[in-house]
């Protein structure tokens, strides 16, 4: 059963180009920046997101525990450039690079796992903890912890991707849920990177273990992700 939070239910987030930023241009027109003429029309993901995944590829590339066939495997060749140019956390870059250099990283670091993946997201949203964005999230919280996981996550949802209809919603009892519409752009394995994500955000506003698990509906354009404490 819903329950209605003065707080936080009913809060939903279309997210779309800044007013005044032309759609058809992500990132500043210098051909010299990778991410120059990159469509902000067409599915996007953040910096924030993409740099850490090609910068650690670039890595593993240059010091031979990535090789040329491993990029042959995974990469189309015009992937190549966002590994051999400096990427910005501030740029915009098209989501179906981001899963081929994600998946890239995931098949020489591990096994290709759903579990490898949602371990990524766990690890991603503790960099983004170093930035101080969840310096709130205290003993303070404990009680509050699933109406203060859906304030981060709905405003971070904003900034990390260009499509999607993000919703909150709270829970009878101890948890939530959190609603994902028009996410048909959205791979399996941001998917399983974003329910690790959710799932460090949780924990860290919970003080404790919070299990998330996610469904996805047949057309792939309805992604929802459950929160509950543990233990």
Same mark, same amino acid.
């Given at each position: 059963?819903?329950?209605?939070?003065?707080?936080?239910?009913?809060?939903?987030?279309?997210?779309?180009?800044?007013?005044? *930023?032309?759609?058809?241009?992500?990132?500043?027109?210098?051909?010299?920046?990778?991410?120059?003429?990159?469509?902000?029309?067409?599915?996007?993901?953040?910096?924030?997101?993409?740099?850490?995944?090609?910068? #650690?590829?670039?890595?593993?590339?240059?010091?031979?525990?990535?090789?040329?066939?491993?990029?042959?495997?995974?990469?189309?060749?015009?992937?190549? *450039?966002?590994?051999?140019?400096?990427? &910005?956390?501030?740029?915009?870059?098209?989501?179906?690079?981001?899963?081929?250099?994600?998946?890239?990283?995931?098949?020489?670091?591990?096994?290709?796992?759903? #579990?490898?993946?949602?371990? &990524?997201?766990?690890?991603?949203?503790?960099?983004?903890?170093?930035?101080?964005?969840?310096?709130?999230?205290?003993?303070?919280?404990?009680?509050?912890? &699933?109406? #203060?996981?859906?304030?981060?996550?709905?405003?971070?949802?904003?900034?990390?991707?260009?499509?999607?209809?993000?919703?909150?919603?709270?829970?009878?009892?101890?948890?939530?849920?959190?609603?994902?519409? #028009?996410?048909?752009?959205?791979?399996?394995?941001?998917?399983?990177?974003?329910?690790?994500?959710?799932?460090?955000?949780?924990?860290?506003? &919970?003080?404790?273990?919070?299990?998330?698990?996610?469904?996805?509906?047949?057309?792939?354009?309805?992604?929802?992700?459950?929160?509950?404490?543990?233990?």
């Amino acid at each position: 059963m819903l329950r209605q939070s003065p707080l936080v239910i009913g809060w939903s987030r279309r997210l779309r180009a800044p007013t005044g *930023i032309n759609p058809a241009r992500s990132n500043a027109d210098d051909s010299s920046n990778p991410g120059a003429f990159v469509r902000r029309d067409n599915p996007c993901i953040k910096g924030t997101i993409f740099k850490p995944v090609a910068s #650690e590829i670039a890595v593993m590339l240059a010091d031979g525990r990535i090789d040329r066939d491993d990029l042959r495997a995974h990469l189309k060749p015009d992937d190549e *450039i966002f590994l051999k140019r400096e990427t &910005a956390i501030s740029n915009w870059y098209p989501i179906d690079i981001y899963e081929r250099l994600a998946r890239l990283l995931a098949a020489v670091q591990g096994d290709g796992s759903a #579990e490898f993946s949602i371990e &990524a997201g766990r690890r991603s949203a503790e960099r983004v903890g170093e930035l101080g964005i969840y310096s709130q999230l205290d003993e303070r919280t404990r009680e509050t912890w &699933a109406d #203060e996981t859906g304030r981060i996550l709905i405003t971070l949802a904003g900034s990390f991707f260009n499509f999607g209809h993000w919703e909150w919603l709270g829970l009878e009892g101890d948890g939530f849920e959190v609603e994902v519409t #028009e996410a048909a752009p959205m791979p399996e394995i941001v998917v399983h990177g974003t329910q690790g994500f959710i799932e460090y955000l949780a924990c860290r506003a &919970a003080g404790g273990a919070v299990a998330v698990t996610h469904q996805r509906s047949p057309d792939g354009d309805r992604i929802r992700f459950r929160a509950h404490r543990v233990g």
